[in-house]
């Protein structure tokens, strides 16, 4: 307990939003463009995999928010199958009871606290929800797993804590905190979210211009719906009977994969 008090304390004091935007200002010159084989090296990315040869990309955050080539990632061809909108790690999945969501084992958060209490709908309770977390290696555009009308966004401020295994042992209620856009979508008679969850380094998250401010638009699965600038979360709910999840905690999947059918 009081390694986890000491913890929560450096990251609380650290200077978040300074540190966010003294790398993201650096992540977008042009200088940081000679980094991109470096990174690329240090975490293992196949550099081959991007749409563009790495010396089209102008920075780092170009880099990081990279589209892959269009041949390497094939939808389902059934339509009633949910694919995964992002790459990542299944770090929690499970039913939502009473409200709840786990973070990690014996940390709990609830749904209220994460749509924030004005979009908030009990119509959750009983559902299933998956949160998915991106490393810095990732694929970070973000995809619409099913087709359906999103019927609202909502940017919801807060802090940038760094939503890794650090993180998420340190602060309670990490995902609530931070600085999120909630995506509310109707699939024919069912709703589900989707959470895009900002981070340390990540900042605000970056939405396709298609859906910036705008209600009642509809996508077809797999759209883009926007992208993180370095890694981060995305969180599913899911109402109750909507979806059959074929997931495993610890599993990695990549965007567009099935993750379940509904």
């Known amino acids: 307990m009081v390694r986890k008090f000491l913890v929560s304390r450096i ?10 935007a003294l790398v993201g200002w650096f992540c977008h010159t042009r200088t940081s463009a000679l980094c991109i084989p470096l990174f690329a090296y240090f975490y293992k990315i ?32 059934d339509e009633r199958v949910v694919v995964s909108p992002v ?17 990690v084992k014996g940390v709990e958060f609830t749904v209220k606290e994460l749509l924030n209490q004005a979009m908030y709908d009990d119509g ?15 694929y970070h555009r973000i995809h619409a797993p099913l087709t359906s009308v999103v019927v609202n966004q909502m940017r919801i401020g807060g802090t940038l804590f760094p ?48 859906f910036e ?9 797999g759209e883009e719906l926007g992208w993180f600038e370095f ?3 995305v969180i599913l709910l899911f109402e109750k009977g909507q979806v059959a999840l074929s997931l495993q ?14």
């Not at 990251?11 to 966010?20: E, G, S, V």
């Not at 401010?213 to 699965?221: A, E, T």
């Open 11 to 20: 990251l609380w004091l650290m200077p978040k939003r300074a540190l966010t």
């Open 46 to 77: 196949p550099l081959d995999q991007a749409q563009y040869p790495h010396r089209h990309y102008t920075s780092l955050t170009a880099f990081f928010s990279r589209r892959l080539k269009p041949s390497l990632r094939v939808m389902p061809i």
């Open 87 to 103: 790459d990542g790690v299944v770090s929690s999945i499970g039913t939502i009871q009473e409200g709840l969501l786990v973070q």
């Open 124 to 138: 959750f309770e009983g559902g299933m929800y998956v949160i998915l977390y991106l490393s810095p290696q990732d």
């Open 163 to 210: 939503v890794n295994r650090l993180g998420l042992y340190a602060i309670d209620s990490l995902y609530t905190k931070n600085e999120r856009v909630v995506f509310s979508m109707v699939q024919d008679t069912y709703c589900f979210s989707l959470i895009a969850v900002g981070s340390t380094l990540v900042g605000s998250v970056k939405l396709s211009q298609k």
């Open 213 to 221: 401010g705008k209600p009642d638009i509809g996508v077809l699965r």
């Open 231 to 233: 890694g981060s979360t």
């Open 249 to 262: 905690k610890g599993q990695r999947v990549e965007a567009l994969q099935q993750i379940g059918t509904w």
